[in-house]
């Protein structure tokens, strides 16, 4: 039973490049977690989002960041005109249903902008 | 707003020793408390966690918390270490809602190292 898959595992991009991470959940699971891990830092809730609804976005920037999770097809966080302060590692996670107990987390995107 | 804090950002014991992480968080209503690990390259595993019931939880590998509602606490302990168990220790906490789906927010995290 695979777990939570990230792509790519590591990105490069030069400032006001595109970048655009990829999450596909645990079989089963319909809700996926966005978070942001700056260096030296804990984790960072950016979006929580069910199949084709935004449920939560108060930790996304206002400008720039954006997140979809289709109902076909992984979530994707897409990060336009990227700034240096974006590298960082981003984290997805997925539970299996409302009132699951666990978010269970993927290997993570090391976003590095040069 | 919730917050956590984690105060011991870099502890260093000897293989055998007892270990405490200390977690306190700030939030007014109810809420569920976490430990997550993060061994070296890779995801981070759920350690152990709390919902309600025995204050005193036991996680994986050994591993207990005990959740004191008074001290807004949820401390992490193993009574004695191993070098595997070096890593990076994260306390997490969400709102208790019904709906159980509410956004983590961690502590920055303790850097544990073992030494042989």
């Known amino acids: 039973n695979a777990g939570v898959m990230q792509n790519p595992r590591h990105l490069v991009r030069r400032r006001g490049q595109e970048a655009r991470l990829r999450c596909s959940p645990m079989?089963?699971?319909?809700?996926v977690y966005w978070y942001r891990q700056l260096p030296e830092e804990g984790l960072k809730f950016m979006v929580y989002l069910q199949k084709e609804n935004i449920i939560d976005e108060s930790g996304m920037p206002k400008e720039r960041f954006s997140a979809e999770f289709p109902k076909e097809g992984p979530s994707i966080l897409r990060i336009q005109q990227v700034v240096r302060g974006d590298s960082a590692a981003y984290f997805c996670?997925?539970?299996?249903?409302?009132?699951?107990?666990?978010?269970?987390f993927g290997p993570g995107t090391r976003l590095t902008v040069l | 707003a919730q917050s956590v804090s984690q105060h011991n950002h870099h502890v260093i014991l000897s293989e055998a020793a007892s270990l405490e992480l200390g977690c306190n968080y700030s939030y007014g209503g109810t809420v569920n408390l976490f430990w997550y690990v993060q061994y070296p390259g890779q995801h981070l595993q759920l350690l152990l966690k709390y919902f309600s019931g025995d204050p005193l939880v036991k996680g994986i590998k050994g591993f207990e918390a005990e959740f004191i509602k008074s001290k807004f606490s949820f401390n992490l302990r193993k009574p004695s270490v191993q070098w595997s168990d070096t890593a990076e220790y994260f306390c997490?906490?969400?709102?208790?809602?019904?709906?159980?789906?509410?956004?983590?927010?961690f502590g920055t995290g303790t850097r544990l190292t073992i030494i042989p």
């Open positions: 996670a997925s539970s299996p249903r409302t009132g699951a107990d666990e978010q269970f």
């Open positions: 079989k089963g699971h319909s809700h």
């Open positions: 997490a906490v969400n709102a208790g809602s019904a709906f159980g789906n509410e956004k983590l927010t």
